[in-house]
């Protein structure tokens, strides 16, 4: 069975204090794994997709990174506005899988 | 370019009363989903469309629970009768086609009572 695992459940940062949060998975034949932003009353909003291990993506302050079992979401310098809860998901290769969500890392930036 | 809409935002009902979310995705997107979102929890997959076909109902709980696209464009999404666990938010997503990327809509928040 597909699992993904999001560490840690809530991070408190001050701003500019650079971190990571960690997605870890295991999946039978990755197909794509995905980072989502969702903030308080409102739907994800997709940030990135990543394919093969050693791929990076990078937007504004966020910097995703994969491994054979996981991915980081690295925040450099972090503003108040990035205060969110960040989603993790993973898409198995085989067949018409559907995404398998993590329970999300919820992330406070402190002004 | 519109986003995927959803309605209504917000439903408080009382258990065993029934309610229906309805949904219009991106345009030109084939796939459509349904999610449950439960307070805390990551999104899970309640149903997912390709056109007006089903393609994965596996997780929906079909004793109270229905879903329908009939044009292949909008659908809604029925629970008959709510429990007290359906209390969740619904969302809606899109996606041009199966294993692309899925953009999700606002939600429609459920509480029953």
């Known amino acids: 069975e597909d699992q993904v695992t999001q560490s840690p459940e809530a991070l408190r940062l001050q701003e500019g204090e650079s971190s990571s949060l960690n997605c870890s998975y295991t999946?039978?034949?990755?197909?794509?794994l995905f980072w989502y932003r969702q903030d308080p009353g409102k739907g994800p909003e997709f940030l990135f997709t990543?394919?093969?291990a050693g791929e990076e993506k990078e937007k504004e302050r966020l910097k995703a990174t994969l491994t054979k079992k996981e991915s980081f979401l690295h925040i450099t310098a972090p503003k108040p506005e990035d205060s969110a809860t960040y989603l993790c998901?993973?898409?198995?290769?085989?067949?018409?899988?559907?995404?398998?969500f993590g329970k999300g890392t919820r992330l406070s930036v402190i002004a | 370019e519109a986003g995927v809409a959803q309605s209504p935002r917000y439903k408080i009902i009382e258990k065993r009363q029934s309610v229906a979310f309805w949904c219009n995705p991106i345009?030109?997107?084939?796939?459509l989903y349904w999610y449950q979102q439960i307070l805390g929890q990551g999104p899970k997959l309640l149903i997912q469309?390709?056109?007006?076909?089903?393609?994965?109902d596996s997780q929906l709980p079909k004793d109270r629970f229905s879903a329908e696209r009939l044009k292949g464009v909008d659908s809604t999404l029925k629970i008959q009768p709510a429990k007290l666990e359906d209390s969740a938010v619904y969302l809606c997503?899109?996606?041009?086609?199966?294993?692309?990327?899925?953009?999700f809509g606002e939600g429609s928040w459920l509480t029953v009572v």
């Open positions: 997503a899109s996606s041009f086609r199966q294993g692309n990327t899925i953009y």
């Open positions: 999946v039978s034949g990755l197909r794509g």
């Open positions: 990543l394919y093969s």
């Open positions: 998901a993973v898409q198995a290769a085989s067949g018409n899988t559907p995404l398998v």
């Open positions: 345009s030109g997107h084939a796939t």
């Open positions: 469309f390709q056109n007006n076909g089903v393609v994965d």
